[in-house]
């Protein structure tokens, strides 16, 4: 009998998902993810420690991740790849169906000998998720400014204490958790700063609020989150955000200020706070390049870029199909959903099957929910107005925004990718991961030339183009594929 | 020439030159892209300016000439304003000279007759001993069987090279037109009038085709093909490290692979640093026509070449490939010069691997021979109606379009 074959690349709660409803159609799966243990971004924030200090908000959930994982993972159609990256994908020859060759390197990252192999699947699931989004401002390299999730990491999983006067600044629900799991680990959150006005992210909450129920099985969390705050005596402050952060080596004070609804900053309404840590977040951003370098289009939103896909989650490529974060940021139950519906379709299941509807419907609040998200905390337009000619854009490269503009006034180099050329932002180690979207809009504000312009033959110079996707050492490139191990090619083909 | 109107259609590297060249000798230029400026090939490759690969020949002396240039041209460039040497200053001039390195007895023996035929040409080629090799490469193979130096080759950026030629054309009176294709001829009485282009028709006296691999697609809608072909190179960019290349280094595999017109796809190594502490890896040889996949097994043979080389690299991390399509003609020389079947229109592509580098010397050449005047070497070779160009069959001789 012929198995399709399903890669599904990445193992948080969209690809766990997806593997599970794949291997329930019939398919033989591989899943794929650099981690050690599956879970990705949601369950990795769960270790069991924090678990066993909130059984009634996290035990639930935490035991059907459990199962699910259980279940997958002993399938005997499953191969469980982790410690193992994806560096590439390879487009079949034009004309050739079916999903990209897909490029891997196991072995754990920091190791040396890693090995090389390649997949020919059948289907293939890209389920990767989202990593922080962080705008720069003034001070925003210093040691000391944590991205949230890099704080909330090290306050749940190391239990390591960013600092003792802490403050939680920039937009969305996200705050709250952070802040949370900060107070925690022992660290004073002295205000947690939401840059959006109440009006804006009452209007977004509060829009069509018969439909809230439905959308938002995460409120009674986030009403916890607050209650927790609000028990610790934490203010929460709207219109308010960090414009600066200052200090010697390491951030010793930040500025804050009042915002008016597009962020443009309130002239007189600065103050400084001592602080010995910060952090800040701004959205998360997709991780694009695997969806990029197969060849998928992109939907173009206010809050960014998402993998555009169809009611089934298929992606304009043949046989790629994509769910969670990287089709829009709508949280673990939508990613669920959506790996679910991705794994059965993508598994050779029936799209008419009447149980599918309810995981449609899941999967459609949970986008739903994305938008009212992206509208109660919107990035304001005029976010520039606070950078300085000497604030850092790419913290790899030290690119200023000063550089930027120089290099974008003068036609003669004003094409965005030369402008990254020419100023090295965004080609440094983080391969623009951090300040990509961020460059990809200044230069385009500052130029007038639009980022995304396709050439024939050439690329769109998107900052989300990394044929490399993860990194790979000369020596691992340069020796030959290996066969994959106990592979069972034969006996399902 | 004030007054007479030139448009050049491209704004590469190639583009920018001949503005410039034009612009200063006073003639009225419009340079169009479809694009932005320096956004295509010349943002794809590298910046190598080389005479070491070259055998004696009319591209050795156009890229002898155009190394005498690069000097005098970036700094009269950078003379003419604040901005115009910040621009200079991106170029990222390095005159760092090239080690070619043979690893086998056969390809020692080509290489030491290949130096001395140089030699005879002035190129300054010297033969390096072991202990002079590790001296100035300390981290290279000690598997080699014979190395040259070349103090003459060196690197720029070449995007910021190209824009540092274009910001000085527009100094001097020329104007771009970006987001500008064009997409067909105005001819009369047999000349070329004006083009058409989606921002409506360009009038001028004369046209230079500078649209790099895709100037046989220009030259079709203008109704006189060429055959300039792309050719897809791949280059790898390691993260970044301590100083371990100190010039441009590569195997003497390289010479044949740059000549070559007959292998499918083609690896050998050229390893050189830049300024910003990255690596670049380069490059691969491809027939492909304009497909754009990065193919991973081109890349593991650029990481094997390059391991070969420099064997203690085996542990930096690549973070980065990109690549683009080198414009070439089967004869691999550039054309360079009036088309004889449509008056009005020249010329100035092809270069493939060596277009940054043969930039100014094109330039210099494709003035001389707008002005009528002498050119500095013979620019024959180069002609536009020579069968590698027009084809077998397609007439090109002078007469047929008077
Ligand atoms: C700190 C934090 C707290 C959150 N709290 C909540 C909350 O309270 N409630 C809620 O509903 N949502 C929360 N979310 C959002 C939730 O985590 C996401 O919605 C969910 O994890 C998205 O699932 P996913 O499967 O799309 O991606 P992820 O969970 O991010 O999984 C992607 C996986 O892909 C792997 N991967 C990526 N690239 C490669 C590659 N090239 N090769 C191999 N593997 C790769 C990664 O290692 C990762 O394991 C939180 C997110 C974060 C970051
Ligand atoms: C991987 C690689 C490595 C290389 N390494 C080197 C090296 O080390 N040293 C070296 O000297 N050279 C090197 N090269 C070659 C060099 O990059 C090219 O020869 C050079 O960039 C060609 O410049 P160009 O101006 O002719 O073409 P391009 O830079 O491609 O410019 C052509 C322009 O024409 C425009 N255009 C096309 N069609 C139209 C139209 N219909 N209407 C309007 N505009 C149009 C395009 O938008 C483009 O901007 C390398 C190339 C590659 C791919």
């Known amino acids: 009998m012929t198995r399709r074959h399903v890669a599904v690349i990445g193992a948080g709660p969209a690809g766990l998902a997806a593997a599970e409803a794949a291997l329930g159609a019939g398919a033989r799966v591989t899943l794929i993810d650099s981690e050690e243990q599956p879970g990705g971004q949601y369950h990795r924030m769960l270790p069991e420690p924090y678990a066993a200090t909130h059984p009634e908000r996290l035990q639930h959930g935490w035991n059907a991740f459990d199962r699910r994982r259980r279940r997958v993972l002993a399938h005997p159609r499953c191969a469980w790849w982790p410690r193992t990256a994806v560096w590439a994908l390879e487009r079949p020859d034009p004309g050739t169906p079916g999903p990209p060759r897909v490029h891997l390197l196991r072995g754990p990252a920091d190791g040396g000998g890693r090995s090389r192999h390649v997949l020919e699947p059948g289907a293939l699931v890209l389920a990767v998720g989202a990593h922080d989004r962080v705008l720069p401002f003034p001070g925003w390299e210093l040691p000391g400014v944590f991205t949230a999730g890099a704080a909330q990491a090290l306050a749940k999983g190391e239990r390591v204490v960013v600092g003792d006067r802490v403050v939680v600044a920039g937009t969305g629900p996200f705050l709250l958790p952070v802040a949370g799991s900060l107070l925690e680990a022992g660290s004073r959150v002295l205000e947690v700063l939401e840059a959006n006005p109440a009006a804006t992210v009452a209007r977004g909450w509060l829009r069509r609020p018969w439909e809230l129920p439905a959308q938002a099985a995460k409120l009674p969390e986030l009403v916890e989150y607050a209650a927790d705050l609000a028990g610790h005596r934490v203010p929460y402050r709207t219109g308010r955000t960090v414009i600066e952060a200052r200090g010697a080596d390491q951030v010793e004070e930040v500025v804050i200020a009042r915002l008016r609804a597009d962020w443009s900053v309130v002239p007189g309404s600065e103050r400084t706070v001592p602080v010995d840590a910060l952090c800040v977040t701004h959205g998360f951003s997709p991780r694009l390049e695997l969806a990029v370098a197969a060849g998928c289009a992109l939907r173009a939103v206010s809050s960014g870029e998402f993998v555009a896909v169809d009611r089934d989650q298929r992606t304009s490529c043949p046989g790629v199909y994509a769910a969670g974060e990287i089709t829009g940021i709508a949280g673990a139950q939508a990613a669920r959903a959506e790996g679910a519906l991705a794994g059965w379709v993508a598994g050779g299941g029936d799209s008419r099957l009447p149980a599918l509807l309810a995981l449609r419907r899941s999967r459609d609040q949970g986008r739903a929910f994305a938008r009212r998200l992206a509208r109660a905390h919107p990035i304001g337009g005029q976010w520039p107005g606070w950078l300085r000619p000497r604030t850092v854009i790419c913290r790899c490269e030290e690119t200023d925004y000063d550089a930027l503009r120089r290099a974008a006034t003068g036609q003669a180099g004003a094409d965005p990718r030369v402008i990254r050329l020419r100023t090295r932002a965004g080609l440094g180690p983080c391969q623009a991961r951090v300040c990509g979207p961020t460059v990809a809009e200044l230069t385009e504000r500052l130029s007038g030339e639009a980022a995304g312009r396709q050439v024939q033959g050439l690329p769109a110079a998107s900052p989300h183009r990394r044929p490399i996707a993860q990194p790979i050492r000369l020596g691992e490139l340069a020796a030959p594929p290996e066969r994959i191990p106990n592979s069972d090619t034969e006996e399902w083909s | ?402």
């Open chain 2, 1 to 402: 020439m004030r007054g007479t109107r030139v448009a050049v259609l491209g704004a590469g590297i190639i583009g920018a030159a001949c503005a410039r060249e034009l612009a200063l000798a006073g003639f009225d230029v419009t340079v169009v892209d479809r694009g932005g400026a320096a956004a295509a090939t010349t943002s794809h490759g590298e910046g190598n300016i080389l005479v070491s690969d070259k055998a004696p020949g009319p591209e050795l002396e156009l890229a002898q000439l155009s190394r005498r240039l690069w000097p005098e041209v970036l700094a009269a460039v950078a003379e003419r304003s604040a901005q115009a040497a910040e621009a200079v200053a991106a170029v990222e001039w390095q005159p760092k000279g090239g080690i070619v390195i043979a690893t086998t007895d056969p390809g020692a023996r080509r290489l030491s007759r290949f130096a001395a035929e140089q030699r005879a040409a002035s190129v300054r080629a010297e033969v390096l001993d072991s202990a002079a090799l590790a001296e100035a490469e300390p981290f290279v193979t000690r598997d080699n069987t014979a190395a040259v130096y070349y103090p003459q080759d060196a690197q720029v950026q070449p995007a910021a090279a190209a824009v540092a030629l274009l910001t000085d054309a527009l100094a001097s009176g020329a104007r771009l037109r970006r987001e500008c294709e064009v997409l067909g001829a105005a001819v009369r009485g047999g000349r070329l009038t004006a083009v058409r282009t989606r921002a409506g028709l360009i009038e001028a006296d004369a046209f230079v085709n500078c649209a790099g691999p895709w100037a046989a697609e220009l030259a079709d809608r203008l109704g006189v093909p060429v055959h300039v072909r792309p050719r897809r190179g791949d280059v790898l960019v390691t993260a970044p490290l301590p100083p371990t290349v100190f010039h441009k280094v590569y195997d003497a595999d390289y010479v044949a692979a740059v000549g070559s017109g007959t292998e499918e796809s083609q690896t050998s190594a050229v390893v050189e640093s830049t300024p910003a502490g990255t690596l670049l890896l380069g490059s691969s040889r491809r027939y492909a026509g304009f497909d754009d996949r990065p193919r991973p097994e081109v890349l593991s043979s650029i990481a094997a070449k390059a391991l070969r080389l420099f064997p203690c690299l085996a542990d930096v991390p690549v973070m980065r490939a990109y690549g683009g399509f080198r414009p070439y003609v089967p004869d691999h020389l550039p054309v360079i010069g009036a088309d004889p079947r449509l008056p009005g229109l020249w010329h100035a592509t092809g270069h493939e691997g060596a277009g940054i580098g043969l930039s100014l010397g094109t330039a210099r050449l494709l003035r001389d021979l707008v002005l009528g005047r002498p050119t500095r070497i013979d620019a024959t070779v180069f002609r536009v109606d020579r069968p590698a160009v027009v084809g077998p069959g397609t007439p090109g001789s002078s007469e047929e379009t008077v």
